[in-house]
Structures are given as C-alpha cells and as structure tokens.
C-alpha cells in the first residue's frame, strides 16, 4: 500500500497534468472556430473547380487530345499514395484514423500485385507507416516550423506530384485525410486526384451548357495543376479543423479522466490517513491501559 507521502505526491502531479490538459482544451477550442471558418469556406471553391474540370472534359470531342492529368496514363500499375496527417500529438484518434484508411488501401493494392508509392506530409503518419510500408515512402514533407499551412505549402506538395507524373513513375494518385464534421466527428477520406475522378452529379448536367474560350484542352492543361494545389489545400485544412476538433475532445476527455483519479486518490489518501491516526490512537490507548 502507497504511504501518505506517495500519495500526495501522486495527488499533485495528476492535479499539474489536469491543468495541462485544460489549458490545451482552451487553446484547441480558440484554434478551432478559425480552422473551422476556412474549411467550410474552402469547400465551395474546391467543389466548384471540380465541376468546372467535370464540364470541360465532357465538351472535349477527341480523348486522344485531353490532358494526362485529366484521363491518366491509361495504365493502372503503379499508385501514388499521399497520407496527410498531422506534425503534433496529443489529438486522440485523429492521426490514426487517417492512417487506417490508407492502410486498408495499401493492403488493397499490395494484394492486386500492383506497385504501391508513399509520400508522408506529416511527422505522426510517418512514425505510424515506416515499420510496416517504410520501403514504399519515397518522399517525406512536414510542416513542424510552420504555424500555419498556405497554399503556397500545398503547392509544394502538388508541384512534386504533377513532376512525378510527367516523369512516369505512377498511374493513379490518392490523397487521405480527415474531413471535418464536428467537434465530435471527423470521416477519414481518400480522394482520386489522378486521373481526375468523373462523378455523376445534377449540378454537372445543369451546367454542362457553358461555352469556353480558348479551347477546352488548353484550359485543362493550366486549370488541373492548378486543382491538384486546391484540393490538397482542401486537404490541408479540413485536416485543421479535424486536428483541433479531436484535440479539444481529447484533452477534455484527458481532464475529466484526471478529474476521476483524483477524486480516487483523495478518498485512498483519506482513508490511509485515518487509518494510520485510528492506529496511533489504538497504540496510545493501549499504552495508558498497560501502566
């Protein structure tokens, strides 16, 4: 049984960490709105990019003239994974989730015999990925000195994609990432980029009627790099909402929880105290009677 001393001790540092843990609630939380404000607004124009590539691939006459980023390479060997995740821990099932759902793609691919190739952004799905598919990462990018991601940053990510494409080294390009919901909720996405994905939507149909100037081919050919930054930007920051969301949800589960073991721990301490002075009293008592 623990003395009184160990006792208090453990009583004040699970009392420091509680405090810890509430302060990074409260700072999740005033992170949260802001992160939340630019993922909702970032949808729309990513959404509506898509659409815009959506119609313009159906006006092209000829495929045979359509960009490579629009119908791929034709081939379906080699896939390029891209895992976003985050830098920084302590945000419960965020970063795990995330990496779940690429792995059941990995095991999917690695099962069909095809080639399979990582790029990791973020320090925690690196750490998660390299004992099991360490030899198929062949790019590692994280943003731990940034305090916040631009498009600029997604940029980076898309330029080296778009390279590795016109160099041939694969056919077929996934992002995965969390899409924000609520504090509560965060649905982990895995989202073709090359070929660009075609999706069967009224909103497509309704606007298919536009007429574009110059021609088709040639505003794909400057428009889908241009959506591969967006989307991963998309990626980007839904992935801040979902960090702060889980964080705050975390750390707020972690202050309850501290909340309970100290409860427990005083109780111990109280009667560990009591028992030992009802056991003094027991010895002076005992003393007195045998004089």
């Known amino acids: 049984m623990p003395s009184l001393d160990d006792l208090r001790k453990r009583i ?9 843990t509430k302060a990074m609630k409260m700072v999740a939380a005033a992170k949260l709105r802001k992160a939340q404000e ?20 159906k006006a092209i006459s000829d495929p045979a003239n359509a960009p490579k ?9 080699t896939h390029l ?3 976003m995740t985050a830098d920084r821990g302590l945000c419960g099932g965020f970063n795990t989730n995330i990496v779940k759902q690429a792995k059941s793609y990995f095991n999917k691919i690695t099962k069909e015999s095809k080639n399979l190739k990582i790029i990791t952004v973020g320090t ?11 030899k198929y990462i062949i790019k590692k990018i994280d943003f731990k000195n940034k305090k916040k991601i631009s498009f600029k940053d997604a ?49 497509i149909e309704q606007e298919s009627s536009y007429d574009f100037e110059p021609e088709e081919d040639e505003i794909l050919e400057d428009l889908l790099p ?3 930054s967006t989307q991963i930007y998309k990626g ?7 960090e702060q969301g889980s964080r705050m949800t975390a750390m707020d589960n972690a202050t309850r929880n501290a909340g309970d073991l100290v409860e427990k721990l005083t109780i111990n301490y109280n009667r560990s105290r009591q028992a030992a002075i009802t056991k003094e009293l027991i010895e002076i008592i005992s003393g007195a009677e045998s004089l």
């Open 12 to 20: 004040s540092s699970v009392k420091s960490t509680q405090k810890i």
């Open 236 to 242: 980007f920051l839904e992935n801040s909402a979902s």
């Open 69 to 77: 980023l629009l119908v791929g390479s034709g081939e379906d060997k």
């Open 155 to 203: 940029s980076l990510v898309g330029d080296e994609i778009v390279k590795l494409f016109k160099n041939n080294e694969f056919d077929k390009c996934v992002i995965f990432y969390n899409k924000f919901k609520n504090v509560m909720t965060q649905i982990p996405q895995s989202q073709q980029l090359i070929p660009a994905k075609k999706e069967e939507d009224t909103k």
């Open 124 to 134: 925690k799905g690196l750490d998660q990925l390299k004992r099991e598919y360490g």
């Open 38 to 57: 630019m993922a909702e607004s970032g949808r729309p124009y990513s959404d509506k990019m898509n659409i815009i590539i959506q119609n313009l691939s």
């Open 226 to 228: 241009k959506n591969i």
């Open 81 to 83: 994974c891209v895992v």
